[in-house]
Every structure is written in structure tokens, then in C-alpha cells.
């Protein structure tokens, strides 16, 4: 099966992306993981705030400095934090000039001025593509949801405005109408959604009586949001679709194909197995399209949006009581 595709105008030799995670944080990583197969990478994100902190870091040393020579001694620019620009900058430049494949840098901003200008680095970098990895939790109950989406399409406009390359986002599936949502973005000029981004809340610590936080890797039943809306949009957006969450075995990747999604992302299954195992996603899903006569990725892209089998729609609600009337225990 052939199994090239394209995503944000991008050829790729296959529809499987390593979104970002500590794997793509270091060369060794992202070597790894095109040797395994990955058709692209998408960096850790760079967040705002550590870029600012590691700044302002780097101004208080300068200050102390000043005139010392033997400062720099005493102040090791060695002890900075290795996170923050500098450090994510110099990875895509050195990722670019080791890796063949394209690169797509992530962001996470809290400004417009810290979105669009930490977009432009990246992008002077060697970034083929940018991910805006959007996170405005609405703790502030005085903040309605009107507020959340228009900062979510505000924030995808000021970066449009200061790349050339393309830019895509990456979204929670917690809207109210995720589909409302989505089709906004597209009409602002988004190059690709990335559905869905996984957050992670708090736990209580009963020891400490604190709140603590765990990534906990996802698990295979998280694909459904991503099958229900990548079936609903399927066909009906500009932007390319990337569909993120929940892959652990070639199943999953087939599903979120058969749906419309034109290339799929993992992070949890390549934490838990290591970068390797993305040989054995691509290995299933070319077994699976050779055994049913798929003659490409194109081939099988779709088949079960809404647009061509009617589903998620037909017998929605039917379904639904169906599913409660029907329960025989946990399988
Ligand atoms: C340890 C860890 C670090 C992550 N770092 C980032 C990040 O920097 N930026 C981002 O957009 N997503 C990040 N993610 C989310 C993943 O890219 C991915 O969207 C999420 O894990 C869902 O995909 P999965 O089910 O294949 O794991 C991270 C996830 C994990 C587990």
C-alpha cells in the first residue's frame, strides 16, 4: 500500500507524526524516531513563561558580571537552565541539518507578543511548520466561553500574520461545539487542526494535603472524541487534519484514517514502547490496507466520515439509549 500523504502542504512518506514529548526533545530522540519511521516530528513546546524566566536569568548575570571578568567564573553560563529558546532554537537548527524529515516547532504563549515572536524565531530557525499548542484554562468563572474561542482565533491570526510557513492548531476537545470551534479556525486561515490535545488536572496528595500533577500516558478508548469529530469535519475543512490522542497499536491509526484524518500523531505508545515502535504502527497498517485491497493511504482516507457513510450522525440518539439499555458488564 502506498502510503504517502501530505499534511500542511508538506509530502510525507507516511501519515505518522511523533507529536511532542520529551522524545523530540533531544537529537538522539528525533534521530530515533526517523529511523523508525516517523514522516515528521513535532518539538516540545515552547512555553512562554520559561523563556521569560531563563531571560531574565540571563539579564541578572549580565548585571552581575559587568565589568568582572572573573565573573564568569563565578556565574557559570553553564548553570543556566538548557530550556527556553536558546536551547529549542539550537535544537531545530541542528535537527534540521541532521534530519530529513520536516519539522514542526510548537508554541505556547501567554502574549501576542510572546506567540508571534517566538513563532518568528522558530520559523528563522529551519521550522517547516508551527504548532500553536493552545491552553487558556477559563478558571475565572467571570470568563464566558464567547471569550475562550475568540482568544483561541485571535491568537491563530496574530501568528498567521508574522509566519510564512504554514501554522497549525492544536486544540482540547472541552469546547462547548467543538465543530462550531473548529470551522471558526478554519475560516481564520488555520493550515491544520491538530484534534485533540490530552490536558492534564490535578490530584490530591492525602499525605501532604497538596495538589499533585502526573503526565499519565493515554490509553486506546481515547481516540473516540477524535473518531467523532474528524468524522464530522472530514470533507468539509480547508485546513488538513491531524488527529492526536489515544493510538497504541496500528488499530487505532487505520480508525483515525478511516475517519478523515490525513496524518495521526503519537506520544504515549512511543513513551511506553520507545520510538521503535512506530515500526510496528506503520508494519499493522499496511498489513491491514494490503489485506483489504487499499491501494493507498487516499484510498482508505475517509471512508467512514460523515460525509460518505453518514456516520456519527445516523441514529445518534438511538444509539445512545441503545448503549445504556444494552450494558452487560465491563468488556
Ligand atoms: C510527557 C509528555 C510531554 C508532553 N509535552 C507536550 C508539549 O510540549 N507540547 C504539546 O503540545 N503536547 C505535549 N504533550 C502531549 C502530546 O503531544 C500528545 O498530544 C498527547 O500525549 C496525546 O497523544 P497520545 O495519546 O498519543 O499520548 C506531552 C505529553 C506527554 C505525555
Given at each position: 500500500m502506498d502510503l504517502t500523504t501530505e499534511y500542511l502542504g508538506l509530502s510525507l512518506r507516511n501519515p505518522l507524526i511523533a507529536s511532542a514529548s520529551p522524545l523530540t526533545g533531544t537529537l538522539d530522540g528525533l534521530r530515533r524516531l526517523e529511523d523508525a519511521g516517523a514522516a515528521a516530528v513535532v518539538l516540545p513546546s515552547l512555553f512562554e513563561e520559561e523563556i521569560e524566566a531563563e531571560a531574565a536569568a540571563r539579564e541578572r548575570l549580565d548585571a552581575l558580571g559587568a565589568?568582572?571578568?572573573?565573573?564568569d567564573g563565578f556565574f557559570p553560563r553553564a548553570s543556566l537552565p538548557t530550556a527556553g529558546p536558546p536551547h529549542q532554537l539550537r535544537l531545530i537548527e541542528r535537527a534540521r541539518a541532521a534530519l530529513g524529515i520536516p519539522l514542526i516547532a510548537s508554541l505556547n504563549g501567554t502574549t501576542d507578543a510572546g506567540w508571534t515572536s517566538y513563532a518568528r524565531l522558530a520559523e528563522q530557525a529551519g521550522a517547516q511548520a508551527i504548532e500553536l499548542n493552545t491552553y487558556?484554562?477559563?478558571?475565572?468563572?467571570?470568563?464566558d466561553g464567547a471569550a475562550v474561542e475568540q482568544r483561541h482565533v485571535d491568537v491563530l491570526t496574530a501568528v498567521k500574520r508574522a509566519v510564512r510557513i504554514p501554522v497549525a492548531i492544536k486544540l482540547g476537545a472541552g469546547f462547548s461545539a467543538p465543530g462550531a470551534m473548529i470551522r471558526r479556525l478554519d475560516a481564520a486561515g488555520a493550515d491544520g487542526v491538530v484534534l485533540f490535545n490530552r490536558f492534564y488536572q490535578a490530584d490530591i496528595d492525602l499525605v501532604t494535603l497538596r495538589p499533585w500533577w502526573h503526565p499519565s500516558l493515554s490509553g486506546k478508548t481515547e481516540i473516540r472524541p477524535g473518531l467523532l469529530w474528524i468524522s464530522t469535519l472530514a470533507g468539509t475543512l480547508r485546513a488538513a487534519i491531524a488527529a492526536s490522542s489515544g493510538?497504541?497499536?496500528?488499530e487505532e491509526v487505520v480508525k483515525y484514517l478511516l475517519v478523515g484524518a490525513d496524518v495521526v500523531m503519537s506520544t504515549s505508545a512511543l513513551l511506553r514502547?520507545?520510538?521503535?515502535?512506530l515500526r510496528a504502527l506503520l508494519e499493522g497498517l499496511a498489513r491491514w490496507g494490503d489485506a483489504r485491497g487499499f491501494t493507498s493511504v487516499a484510498d482508505l482516507r475517509g471512508r467512514m466520515s460523515r460525509a460518505r457513510s453518514?456516520?456519527?450522525?445516523?441514529?445518534a440518539r438511538g444509539d445512545y439509549i441503545g448503549v445504556l439499555h444494552g450494558y452487560m458488564g465491563d468488556r
Open positions: 565589568g568582572f571578568a572573573e565573573a487558556f484554562p477559563p478558571l475565572d468563572p467571570a470568563l493510538v497504541e497499536t496500528a514502547h520507545g520510538p521503535e515502535h453518514g456516520w456519527p450522525a445516523a441514529g
